[in-house]
């Protein structure tokens, strides 16, 4: 493989008359290119921030603008109403020297028109802010609008017809309300009295009050500050605290992971399928900078965030010993690859060009190709990632901060992301159950070592040409890499494609630098340190239980005609599995977003309440199926508000979460917060987006499915799922548990999942079938 002196530009040796130069044209040729790409990136984004900065309104409309008032002006008519003739007398001395009153006229009427054009600007964003505050409509029933709420669609909708930039509407987005106090702990209170006995509860309910009485008001103060002062009072206290000063091992515990499509295969070449994916992925970052991906839309014309997508690309996170920092850089043009326990440098561009999917084949062949052995300590060097921050952090310090160690540390680093070629293959075969999950728990932890669970995602290829991913979760939440993941499995199925012998399109150009293996010098210290930190990653994986499955009798088609939504049926029917499973209740997390506000991430539904847990004592007695049927629907009506509350900034516990902080600022104790936080949740779920991207038609397509993603448990004795309704007629599961745990087995319950969808099903004359 190529050493790092292929890449330099010019070579020098010593001889008795001097030091002789010998420039490489070629060399120069690719930096005067780079820096020619760099500069029209600078400027692109430059025309983007003023295209962006000025939306709804276009240098067209500016236009317009000035020719109505020069043309109002010819036609002796003053729109101004007297504002040209004002401004023209405030015209600096030196204009009526040396300027003609004709040419103090016409800048008097700029002004004027850009003054004009900028208050209209103005007046739309901030009229789209106030109607976008507006949430009324999803709390309505389904097809019984208001007309309120008509009139309310209309305005949105001309006020967003422009075809708008990534980032057009974010300063039009309204910031994340501040709920009231008492409103907040109500909803808590409401929230914990299924799980409580009546002494638990009183206790409970006294804490609650005195805390709303006495601590929570001087502490709210402090939040609705924050709340004017900061674009969003939530996000940056939650990335900090919650993930970057967490100091237990990201693998497992923090990162998730995301499924290929499964049931289709468009080649067996490993490194074909993988130039496809890295050019489908840089395709979609040149998009991300010059902002030409439409924002998601909620029901086509309420617009989502887009913050968190600003740091998907060249963005690593950094290890400290009190806190981690995220590194992100505007430009990267390689990436970093792993392959039986080397580390390579692969260049994306030849000079200003990006790469064809052929090219990057051949690179990555070549990797695949290379007998080359590991250095001393570099087979697992990539276990300090996955092991405890703390031991990383003094690791990186001490052994990784100059020489040989410090340049491949940065391209790791630095690069756009990571890529892990693995030597197994793996894929779902229907007929064997276990497939799914072993495909899983490869993309959730692999061996420990072929993962850099530092960078913002690592790209995994597997021999057979399957793809899935491993995503760090501060910079950003499963949506985000979910908007990726479909352009790059939608781009390399349907735009990039493949030859008959399952190659990519078009000739290699074998005149391409190699790949750059990276050079090593790691001190016998650093292996002691590394094999820790292997130790502590292996016994956390090895103690990972996952069962992934797809459940076949029905999907989200026959769920509506039970006049329920999906997500509420699915959490009503994993209430009954707990149930089942545990023979108790327990505190459940369901992550919902907060888009619709600027820089909105998540907030929780806690969908353990007193309506499903009436439902599912009902079951579990054997009532009446229309005394169940109502219980059901109470439920889930009961579960669709609290997922609108939480939508629309009037959820519990980001608002308990920062009041807590502000509290440890103060140096203010409450009891009643440090419970609140300190509560387990044994039952983590999340629901998977898909389809935020039209890439293909899935009527047409319905074998294109991915099976979503999953994540481990988040309490020791407790379950994770993952869910995603796939489909009219599917959905996939990922329920992840500890072996150490006697409570607990994820393939009982998953198990006890499928039959608990049934038997509601079955309360509604639902159709069903073996699963």
């Known amino acids: 493989m190529a050493e790092a002196h292929q890449a330099v530009a010019f070579q020098f040796t010593v001889t008795p008359d001097g030091v002789d130069f010998r420039l490489s044209r070629e060399a120069l040729r690719h930096i005067y290119l780079s820096g020619i790409n760099s500069w029209k990136k600078r400027l692109i984004r430059l025309k983007n921030g003023i295209l962006r900065g000025v939306y709804p309104g276009s240098p067209t409309s500016w236009l317009v603008v000035v020719m109505a008032t020069v043309g109002s002006n010819y036609c002796k008519v003053d729109i101004s109403m007297g504002l040209v003739h004002s401004i023209q007398r405030c015209l600096p001395v030196r204009y009526g ?21 900028a208050a209209g600007i103005f007046l739309f964003r901030q009229t789209l802010k106030l109607l976008l505050s507006y949430h009324g409509w999803m709390f309505e029933m389904h097809g019984k609008t208001s007309h309120a709420t008509k009139i309310w669609a209309v305005c949105v909708r001309l006020l967003s017809s422009r075809r708008p930039m990534l980032y057009s509407f974010q300063t039009s987005l309204p910031k994340l309300p501040v709920p009231s106090v008492p409103a907040t702990v109500q909803r808590y209170l409401d929230s914990v009295r299924p ?55 990201l693998m497992v515990n923090s990162n998730y992971y995301a499924m290929d499509f ?36 909620a029901l086509g014309m309420v617009p989502m965030c887009s913050y968190q997508m600003e740091r998907m690309f060249n963005t690593t996170r950094i290890p400290g010993k009190e806190t981690d920092v995220l590194q992100h850089l505007a430009e990267s043009r390689h990436v970093a690859v792993y392959h039986k326990g080397r580390f390579f440098k692969v260049w994306l561009y030849e000079g200003s060009r990006l790469l064809k999917p052929r090219d990057l084949e051949l690179q990555f062949q070549r990797i695949l190709d290379d007998s080359s052995p590991p250095q001393p300590g570099e087979e697992k060097l990539a276990a300090l990632t996955a092991g405890g921050r703390v031991e990383w952090a003094e690791a990186r310090r001490t052994f990784f901060s100059s020489g040989k160690n410090k340049i491949a540390l940065d391209a790791i680093e630095r690069a756009a992301f990571f890529v892990a070629l693995d030597e197994e ?18 993309l959730l932890h692999g061996n420990c070592y072929n993962r850099w669970f530092d960078k913002s995602f690592t790209l995994v290829s597997f021999k057979n040409g399957l793809l899935g991913l491993n995503t760090e979760h501060s910079w950003a939440d499963a949506p985000i890499i979910g908007h990726l993941w479909e352009f790059v499995l939608g781009t390399d199925t349907f735009h990039l494609g493949y030859t008959e012998t399952g190659h990519c399109v078009g000739e290699p150009n074998k005149m391409l630098t190699p790949p750059q293996r990276l050079q090593w010098n790691i001190p016998e210290q650093c292996w002691a340190a590394i094999e820790n930190s292997y130790q502590v990653a292996k016994a956390l994986a090895d103690d990972v239980e996952l069962y992934c499955f797809q459940f076949l009798p029905f999907g989200k088609g026959l769920i509506k005609k039970c006049r329920t939504s999906p997500d509420a049926f699915v959490q009503i029917a994993l209430q009954l599995a707990h149930f089942r499973d545990k023979g108790k209740f327990c505190l459940t997390y369901e992550a919902s977003m907060t888009r619709m506000f600027r820089e909105g991430r998540t907030e929780t539904v806690r969908s353990c309440t007193s309506e499903s847990t009436a439902f599912v004592k009902a079951m579990m007695k054997g009532s009446y199926r229309e005394d169940l049927q109502e219980l059901f629907r109470k439920a889930s009506e009961k579960h669709q508000n609290m997922y609108r509350l939480a939508m629309t900034g009037a959820g519990i516990d980001r608002h308990l979460f920062c009041l807590y902080i502000v509290s440890k600022y103060l140096g203010v104790s409450s009891p009643f917060l440090a419970e609140v936080l300190s509560e387990p949740w044994s039952l983590s779920t999340s629901q998977i987006p898909q389809f935020q991207i039209r890439m293909f038609d899935p009527n047409q397509y319905p074998n294109h499915l991915g099976a979503g993603g999953g994540f481990g448990p988040v309490a020791d004795d407790g379950y994770g799922v993952s869910y995603m309704i796939a489909g009219e007629n599917t959905m996939f599961f990922h329920v992840s548990s500890k072996f150490s745990s006697s409570e607990t ?27």
């Open 97 to 117: 020297h040396y300027g003609s009153h004709q040419t103090q006229t016409l800048v008097s009427m700029v002004l004027f028109s850009t003054g004009v054009w």
């Open 195 to 249: 799980l409580l006995d009546d002494d638990e509860f009183y206790r409970m309910e006294t804490l609650a009050r005195e805390f709303q009485d006495k601590t929570a008001p001087r502490l709210q103060k402090y939040l609705v500050l924050k709340s004017w002062w900061a674009t969003n009072y939530v996000s940056d206290w939650w990335e900090e605290y919650v993930y970057l000063r967490g100091r237990s091992p």
């Open 262 to 297: 499964i049931h289709i295969k468009n080649t067996n070449v490993q490194a074909a399928r993988l130039g496809n994916a890295v050019h489908a992925m840089i395709m979609y970052r040149r998009k991300l900078d010059r902002e030409e991906i439409r924002p998601v839309m």
């Open 425 to 442: 293959s793996r894929c779902y075969n229907p007929d064997d159950e276990a497939s799914l999950s072993l495909y899983g728990k490869a």
């Open 745 to 771: 087995n994820a393939q009982r319950f998953g198990n006890h999942i499928r039959q608990a969808l049934l038997d509601i099903a079955d309360l509604f004359k639902v159709p069903k079938t073996n699963s």
